[in-house]
Every structure is written in structure tokens, then in C-alpha cells.
Nanobody, 122 residues
Framework: QVQLVESGGGLVQAGDSLRLSCTAS????????MGWFRQAPGKEREFVAG????????YYADSVKGRFTISRDNAKNTVYLQMNSLKPEDTAVYYC???????????????WGQGTQVTVSS
């Protein structure tokens, strides 16, 4: 099956940037959609960004649009989330997700990574 491994989280100041990475194994990267969700303490897991397996098309939550950019490197089976202008409200565990159809808000992905902590201090 599919294994997802995230990296790149950490503790940063408001206004700083981070780049998260997620490497997939077990499937050809180009044959599935990938993306990111996040979950803050006491809150539901929410969609952040997704990228389709073709075109590619990208999708963003309104809360991160204009600040975050999702991209992929098929040669490395890796999806990235470039996070700029980070805010304290971005603090959460960020989970890489994979779905054989799409990774979008309202759809539960087929596979999850273990998560990486992002903490933004003010």
C-alpha cells in the first residue's frame, strides 16, 4: 500500500516561512492526488491544500490562499507545502494526505502521514 512520510516542521516566529515535504512510496506518484491537512488542539482536522495527479490543478483553503503554495516533484515522489507569512493561527500538526481521486475539502483521503508539528509564536 501507500506510505507517507512528512518532514520540515518546526518552531518559527510569526512572519517566517517553512517548507514541508512529504515523500510517498508504494505507488507511482503521478497516479494519485496529494495534499495537506492540519489539526490544531481542540479543533477538527481541516483541509489546507491539494494538488491533482494531472495538469496539475491546485486547491487551497481560504485561510492559506496567497500565503501557501503546494507543488510536487514526480521524480522524487514528493509533495511540498511552502508556507510563507506564517501566523500563530497556523500552529497545528500538518498531515500529508493521498487519495486516488482528489485531495480537497470535504473528502476523506485514502491515506495519511504521521504528521509534523508546526508551531508559530507571536
Amino acid at each position: 500500500q501507500v506510505q507517507l512520510v512528512e518532514s520540515g516542521g518546526g518552531l518559527v516566529q510569526a512572519g517566517d516561512s517553512l517548507r514541508l515535504s512529504c515523500t510517498a512510496s508504494g505507488r507511482t506518484f503521478s497516479n494519485y492526488a496529494m495534499g495537506w491537512f492540519r489539526q490544531a488542539p481542540g479543533k477538527e482536522r481541516e483541509f489546507v491544500a491539494g494538488i491533482s495527479r494531472s495538469s496539475p490543478s491546485t486547491y487551497y483553503a481560504d485561510s492559506v490562499k496567497g500565503r501557501f503554495t503546494i507543488s510536487r516533484d514526480n521524480a522524487k515522489n514528493t509533495v511540498y507545502l511552502q508556507m510563507n507569512s506564517l501566523k500563530p493561527e497556523d500552529t497545528a500538526v500538518y498531515y500529508c494526505a493521498l487519495d486516488f481521486f482528489s485531495v480537497t475539502a470535504g473528502r476523506k483521503p485514502d491515506y495519511w502521514g504521521q504528521g509534523t508539528q508546526v508551531t508559530v509564536s507571536s
